[in-house]
């Protein structure tokens, strides 16, 4: 079975991010996928918090502050630099005899918009890096 993994480094751009998920999203229902396209998220922060207390520190100080400071509090969050890295990963897992419709996938999703914007690799079976970064894919949740 012919298994590929793309690695879309999005940095610290979660629209980006989001919008190619939704992106896969859509081609899984559009073109009745299932499971021979999967995607999972690899998030990490440099400062060493995890990314739910990184998440919710923000929401409590918009929460606190009347309406006139929430854009004062949107212009201090956008100030301090963001240390996360989003990093997208999706296997493409297609039977034997879908070869050409795995060729077509891997050609058309670093062509997409969301795609082209971000730093991409692909990894595919027979390649040396492909047991760790599959390793890496499964232990993702």
Same mark, same amino acid.
């Not at 409590?60 to 630099?81: L, V």
């Given at each position: 079975?012919?298994? =590929?993994?793309?690695?879309?480094?999005f /940095?610290?751009n979660?629209?980006?991010?989001?919008?190619?998920?939704h992106?896969?999203?859509? &081609?899984?229902? %559009?073109?009745?996928? /299932? #499971?021979?396209?999967?995607?999972?998220?690899?998030?990490?922060n =440099?400062? %060493?918090a995890?990314?739910?207390e =990184?998440?919710?520190?923000?929401?409590?100080?918009?929460?606190g502050?009347?309406?006139? #400071?929430?854009?004062?509090?949107?212009?201090?969050?956008?100030?301090? !630099? #963001?240390s996360? #890295?989003?990093?997208?990963?999706?296997?493409?897992?297609?039977s034997?005899?879908?070869?050409?419709?795995?060729?077509r &996938?891997?050609?058309?999703?670093?062509?997409?918009?969301?795609?082209? =914007?971000?730093r %991409?690799q692909?990894?595919? @079976? /027979?390649?040396?890096?492909? !047991?760790? @970064?599959a390793?890496?894919?499964?232990?993702?949740?």
């Amino acid at each position: 079975m012919p298994e =590929s993994i793309f690695i879309f480094d999005f /940095g610290a751009n979660e629209e980006a991010a989001q919008q190619a998920r939704h992106k896969i999203d859509a &081609w899984k229902q %559009g073109f009745r996928l /299932g #499971n021979k396209m999967l995607l999972k998220f690899e998030r990490s922060n =440099s400062e %060493g918090a995890t990314e739910e207390e =990184s998440a919710k520190e923000p929401r409590k100080a918009a929460r606190g502050k009347a309406a006139s #400071n929430k854009s004062a509090a949107a212009k201090t969050d956008a100030e301090k !630099p #963001n240390s996360s #890295n989003i990093r997208l990963l999706v296997r493409l897992a297609f039977s034997d005899h879908e070869k050409l419709s795995h060729q077509r &996938w891997l050609e058309r999703i670093p062509a997409e918009e969301p795609f082209k =914007s971000a730093r %991409g690799q692909m990894i595919r @079976t /027979g390649d040396p890096e492909f !047991p760790e @970064t599959a390793d890496l894919f499964d232990s993702l949740d």
